[in-house]
């Protein structure tokens, strides 16, 4: 009796027979031969089924299956390097076929193009197909990666909350819910708060969850509930903190290289661009950034790009600000030191420069921009309490956050790293949406 294989194991058993579980992807038949593309969940593979080696009505099954049907395969592998699929290259010679169940003929998401609403609309059925299938396998392997560096590199994992009494990047895109007697609670837009209390008793820490922001930017880079890691590091400053982002974007990409070389290929993902992803990344301070966005918008002569390259020092960079920075290299850039009116009330002022804060984001190139925001934190509690007071923000709810600032302060840094933007990148995709099984932004919470 055969054994079940997977495809992804499939080289293993040339000239061997096997048993294949999977779905009939795609059908072809000529004359006394039909294909099949048949994906069984980790891979793709061509089967392919001659008339005269088999019984009229297993023939006659084949050649009619419907797309979708679930089958059940004996068959000899064999290595050809002109047969498709991911990764490509054996074929199956159909010996038996067994159906489990004949789908339906009205499947919708046939083999075409459709357009990006119908697709969404039909996300439960669209993560079948070979694109799909190849960007959520690399997310997978992303999401990984990142846990075996941090794991490996002394970090210990700990689970935030996602119900939380107060805001912590700012109060405009909060979820807000009833909870109870106790007035409103919010979905988590980040746990780094709870990670600067974990870090006092754990020295490394890192959480790894969904994230939700009442977004209201409709752009290919922001989702609603998104996937965020966030490490927190005691005894750690601003510098040492982009030595962290840069192993492990480092690692992730290299990881990526190695174990999702067929998605990539699917994909056309040039790997060159993902070889250049090797620390270090060049650091940049905002200062100079914003000279030379400065430099670029006074030297634009087309009307309509100079208002969109529009700068002055204190902005935060929007699209195309990031875009032109990141051409200036080939591999991500870290800019760090951004104005303490752009970013959040937590973070660490720059010595001397109060108007400035110790803050990094990494921006990706080829227009992907911002994947990681982080910080050095505001370790003084008198200094961390006038901000809260400034930014008008209720200190009743902070009380625990401030506390942590009286026994033991230390400095103290961490970032986050947003998993669909990093995916989106690594992928060569124009849309996070594509990056998260089921997405949600603000017009879509269905499927
Ligand atoms: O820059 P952000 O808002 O930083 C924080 O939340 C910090 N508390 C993190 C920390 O220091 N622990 O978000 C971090 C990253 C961004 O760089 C981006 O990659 C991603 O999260 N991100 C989003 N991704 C998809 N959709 C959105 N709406 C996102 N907002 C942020
Ligand atoms: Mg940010």
């Not at 049907?69 to 038996?96: C, F, L, M, N, W």
């Not at 059925?125 to 960007?135: D, E, G, N, Y």
């Not at 303490?340 to 990494?362: I, N, Q, T």
Request: hydrophobic letters at 40%; charged letters at 25%.
């Amino acid at each position: 009796m055969p054994s079940h294989v997977s495809v992804s194991n499939i080289s293993n058993y040339v000239g061997q027979d096997i048993i294949l579980k999977g779905w009939v992807y795609n059908r072809t038949h000529k004359g006394k031969l039909a294909f099949l593309l048949v994906r069984d969940g980790s891979g793709f593979v061509q089967c392919v089924a001659f008339k005269g080696d088999l019984q009229p009505e297993t023939f006659d099954r084949i050649t009619h299956l419907p797309q979708e049907s679930s089958v059940i395969i004996t068959g000899s592998v064999r290595e050809d390097q002109r047969a498709p699929g991911i990764p490509g290259g054996y074929e199956v010679g159909i010996k038996d076929l067994q159906i489990v169940q004949a789908a339906d003929l009205d499947y919708p998401m046939a083999l075409k193009d459709h357009g990006p609403d119908f697709a969404l609309d039909h996300r439960h059925l669209w993560i079948r197909m070979q694109s799909q299938w190849a960007i959520l396998r690399v997310r997978a392997v992303v999401m990984a990666a990142t846990r075996q560096w941090l794991d490996e590199n002394g970090f210990v994992e700990m689970s935030t909350p996602i119900l939380t009494p107060a805001a912590a990047e700012g109060t405009t895109t909060l979820f807000e819910t009833e909870y109870f007697d106790e007035g409103k609670a919010y979905l988590a837009q980040t746990g780094q708060l709870y990670n600067e209390a974990n870090i006092f008793a754990f020295g490394k820490v890192y959480c790894f969850g969904p994230t939700f922001r009442a977004e209201k930017s409709k752009t290919r880079r922001h989702l609603t509930e998104f996937w965020m890691l966030e490490p927190e590091i005691a005894f750690c400053d601003l510098d040492q903190l982009m030595d962290v982002e840069e192993g492990l974007i480092t690692f992730i990409a290299q990881t990526v290289l190695e174990k999702c070389a067929a998605e990539l290929k699917f994909l056309g993902r040039d790997a060159v661009k993902l070889e250049n992803i090797s620390a270090p990344f060049p650091r940049m301070s905002y200062d100079d950034a914003a000279k030379h966005l400065i430099d670029l918008y006074e030297k634009e002569t087309d009307p309509e790009r100079k208002e969109l390259l529009k700068f002055e020092w204190g902005m935060d960079f929007g699209a195309p600000h990031e875009t032109e920075i990141t051409k200036l290299y080939d591999k991500p850039v870290f800019v760090y030191g951004y104005p303490s009116a752009v970013k959040a009330f937590y973070m660490e002022p720059w010595p001397g420069r109060p108007e400035v804060c110790k803050s990094v984001d990494l921006l990706a190139p080829e227009g992907y921009g911002e994947i990681c925001g982080g910080s050095e934190r505001m370790s003084d509690p008198e200094k961390l309490l006038a901000r809260i007071h400034k930014e008008g923000l209720p200190e009743e709810a902070y009380k625990w956050y401030l506390e942590l600032r009286k026994y033991g302060s230390v400095a103290h840094s961490g970032f986050g790293m947003g998993v669909e933007r990093v995916v989106a990148w690594m992928c060569g995709i124009e849309h996070v949406r594509e990056a998260i099984p089921f997405p949600r932004t603000i017009k879509r919470i269905y499927p």
